[in-house]
Structures are given as C-alpha cells and as structure tokens.
C-alpha cells in the first residue's frame, strides 16, 4: 500500500496527501488529478557556521510537515517576488501517481540566474503541466551569487579537501542525492531521472556531467542555453579574488544577509563580462567537485555520458548586452583585443565591421556564440561520440509583437507550458500554444525513452548520425543544419590554440 493510499485511509483531508520521506512526513495538496509538495528541506540550513560549508543532511522530524508553500528563494540583489532568506534550501514535487509503485519518468528542474540570481518558485516553471503528462517534476533552490561560490584560503582550510567556492553545485548534488532517495515515495522512478535547467541551471548539468562526484546522480540531461566549455577559474586565483571581501572568515560570517549582498559582493562583479575569460561568482576548477575544465574533461572522455539534448535560442545576446558600453569601431576593436588579441584576423573574417552601426548588432552575436552557442554545438559533439542518443535544438520563435528575440531564456515558458504566467513580452497565438505542446511533448518523450522523436515532429536524427542537425522550434517546427558554424568553428580553434599555447 503506497504512502498516498496509507494518508487516504487514516483520514487526511481529500485535499492533502502525506508522504513519508528520509527525513519525515510531509503532506501536500492537489488540484485535480495532481499532488504537490513544496519547500520540503533536503539540507540544513545554511547559515551561522554553515554558511560557506558543503551542505549538511536536514533535521529529521517526526509530525507530518505541512508542504504547501514555496520555500524562500536564495537571497539575491535581483529580489524575486515573495521571500528572500538564506534558509533556502528546499525541494519541490508535483505528482500524478497514484500509488507509490508507479515508477513515472522523473524530471528535475535547476533554475537559471546567472549564478547570482533565480529561484524554483517561478510562476512560469510550475511544474503541474508536466506532471499532466505523466512525469514526476521535482525542482530546488541552491546557493547562489557570493554565498553559493565566495573561494577563500580560509575556508580551503576549513574544508577536509583542501577547497572551497562550489557551494551550489555541492547543494545540487545533495538535491538530486535527495531525489534518489525519495523520489520512489512520489511514485517516481529513481533510475529514470532527467535532470534539466536554463542558463546556469543548464551550465550546472554540464559541470555535473563533468565531476566525479555526480557519478550516478541522473540518468539522461536536457541543457537549454548552457553556457559551457568556457575556462574556470582555479581554486588560487578564485581564493586571491575572494580575499578581497574580507581576511576574517569569522567575521564575514557574522555580517547579516544585506551586507553581504550590498557591500561585499558587488565587489567581485565585474561592469562587463569578458567574452572568453574565468568569471567569478561562478564555479571554479577546485580539484575536487570539478578536477578540470569542462573542455579538456569532456575532450578527454571524462564525462557522464547520458542520453543529452542540447540546444539554443536565436537571440541569445541582445537583451544580455543592452547596457553594454561598446558602441563604436574602436570600442569594437578594444573588445576583440580583450578577448581575441591573437586570433584578430579569425575574428574579423567571423564577425565583420564595416561601420559603426554594425557594433551593437555583432556584439550581441560574438556574446551568444561565446556564451551559448558555442558550448552548445562543442558539447553535442563530443557527447555524441560516446553516446548515442544526442539531439539538438534551436528555439527560434518570435512572439508576435517583439521587435527582436528569441532571447535567452525565452523557450522556458514554451516548454512549461506556461505562456499564461509568463511576463514575456508579446501576444502569443495560436502558433505559440502549438509549439508549446510540440516542445514539452518532446521533452517528455526524452525524459521516457532518451528520444524526443514522435508526435507531429519531423524525423530528428541524433547528432552521431548528422552531425550539425538541429530541430529548430520556429514558426514551423523543421530539421536544419549548420546553425552559426562558421562562428562555433572559428571559437573552437581560439581554444584549441589557447590550450596548446
């Protein structure tokens, strides 16, 4: 008799359900044929002497815990709606199972932000449409920005390890460690679980494909604009930099939330991102949670090799570098030095200039190609030679009424199938509701077979068998080849010769 029935029988109200989890019991609600569970703790509070410490297992309770409401959001200098607190660390499920034995796909949701923002409440990544096609979403809150990846020589002494600065991942890890043990009690299947994210939540699962410690903490991945392939920082220089808030750890961990947020952090965020450079506040190449960088690990076969697909959207960099201060040739030209010095002929030849009304336009193509676009094409190459169950996408969609985009992130409220709830710009019709379905259909097939193919899509090869395919979700849903690979290419052998130099 599973949990949900045993909750039934012994008088819970129809609208609440209990299910006994590793660290106690915990009831939800339903809506419809739906039950939902949020802001179950799977880690210790993070805070006083834990913050800046991998997390730790939660207290375990004996009363059923009432689960209906989101757990606070990571705090963050971009406040989201609702509440902020550093006891974040909470995990949430939407279920259509009916017993315990059902063993549904799984999939679990990692939320973007850039690394210093984000949250699993939003409105627009609610996880009931899924759960209506069958599958058990769960989605979490990790650390984020200087309280998910502040490096120190003082906490690398601390640690057992010998490091410090990938907090969140750390919290990730413990997360899917949580799915696995608990995700049968929802009816899910612990070895049948997709994990699946935006921007960092995408480049986490790369990181995670990459280290070690993930080993058999997810069986299949889909990365939505992973911003991937790209150099880390290394746990010395992450260390220098982090030092600069601060010598006294102690006393760092004595600062309120705000403090840390208002007068530290800003200190360790640059004005621009450099385009081919370590970024801090982000994690860094520690020795332990990540031994290396993901090109060389994954160059090497040193990976995860899950069934994986990968993709874009159009316009990943307008938006992202509308404030930039690079408007004219010659900021062009101080760009291209920064981050091309030695490849400049490479550079002009893949991101032509004529005049100074071109600047604004390739800035944002040379931004998406560096951040995006690249590490997407790069890591459906090389995972396809291990693992044949690659596929990649390109979201293309423009919504009625936008002047530009796709943007980065845009394709989240069409695979959630929430355009509803999104703030999106735009009016969307009938040709956004049919992608929607087509996407999240897909995405659903993927996480029960490791094959989106099916429904009313076109034939989508894998990447092993035609290498630069691609289902571009557009207007009209149709295979392509070769989105921006002369860009991709000319990327691929800056950082070949880097890495040979």
Avoid at 3 to 20: F, K, M, N, W, Y
Wanted: aromatic residues 8%.
């Amino acid at each position: 008799m599973s949990s949900i029935e045993t909750a039934s029988r012994e008088g819970t109200p129809a609208d609440l359900s209990v299910v006994r989890t590793t660290s106690g019991p915990v009831s939800g609600s339903k809506s419809g044929d739906i039950h939902s569970f949020k802001g179950i703790p799977y880690a210790a509070p993070p805070v006083g002497p834990l913050r800046w410490r991998p997390p730790q297992p939660p207290a375990s309770w004996q009363d059923v815990r009432v689960s209906t409401e989101f757990g606070p959001a990571p705090p963050q200098n971009r406040s989201p709606v609702g509440k902020i607190d550093e006891d974040c660390l909470s995990m949430n499920v939407w279920t259509p199972a009916k017993r315990a034995d059902e063993k549904l796909p799984v999939m679990v949701w990692i939320h973007g932000g850039g690394f210093q923002a984000g949250r699993s409440s939003e409105p627009r990544t609610d996880g009931e449409t899924f759960a209506h096609k069958g599958v058990v979403l769960a989605s979490f809150n990790y650390r984020v920005g200087v309280l998910g990846f502040l490096a120190h020589p003082q906490l690398s002494r601390e640690s057992e390890h010998g490091v410090s600065g990938n907090y969140a991942l750390l919290d990730q890890m413990l997360a899917l460690r949580w799915v696995k043990d608990n995700i049968a009690a929802f009816g899910g299947d612990p070895d049948r679980v997709t994990i699946f994210g935006v921007s960092a939540g995408s480049a986490s699962i790369a990181l995670l494909m990459a280290s070690p410690l993930a080993k058999g903490l997810f069986d299949q991945v889909i990365l939505e604009s992973p911003g991937t392939f790209r150099p880390l920082f290394g746990l010395k220089e992450a260390e220098q930099k982090g030092q600069t808030i601060g010598d006294d750890i102690e006393a760092l961990r004595k600062l309120s939330v705000e403090d840390i947020l208002n007068t530290k952090q800003p200190m360790l965020i640059p004005a621009m991102r450099g385009l081919t450079t370590p970024r801090l506040l982000r994690p860094i190449r520690d020795g332990w949670v990540l031994p290396e960088d993901e090109r060389p690990a994954f160059r090497a076969g040193r990976f995860h090799a899950v069934p994986t697909l990968v993709g874009s959207n159009l316009d990943e960099g307008t938006k992202l570098t509308a404030s930039w201060t690079v408007k004219t040739v010659a900021d062009w030209d101080r760009l291209i030095d920064e981050n091309f010095a030695r490849h400049r002929e490479g550079a002009a030849k893949a991101y032509p200039i004529a005049s100074d009304a071109d600047v604004v336009t390739t800035v944002a193509e040379v931004f998406a190609d560096t951040q995006f676009n690249y590490g997407t094409w790069a890591l459906a190459q090389v995972v396809a030679g291990k693992q044949p169950k690659v596929f990649r996408y390109l979201f293309s969609r423009r919504a009625p009424g936008l002047k530009d985009g796709p943007h980065h992130g845009d394709e989240v409220t069409y695979v959630f199938r929430s355009l509803k709830t999104s703030g999106q710009q735009g009016n969307f019709d009938a040709t956004d509701e049919r992608l929607a379905s087509e996407m999240q259909d897909a995405w659903v097939r993927f996480a029960t077979n490791g094959d989106p193919n099916g429904g009313s899509l076109p034939n989508w090869p894998s990447v092993r068998t035609d290498a630069n395919a691609y289902m571009d979700f557009g207007d009209t849903t149709r295979l392509s080849h070769g989105w921006r690979q002369k860009q991709v290419e000319f990327l691929e052998q800056v950082y070949e010769a880097e890495a040979a130099a």
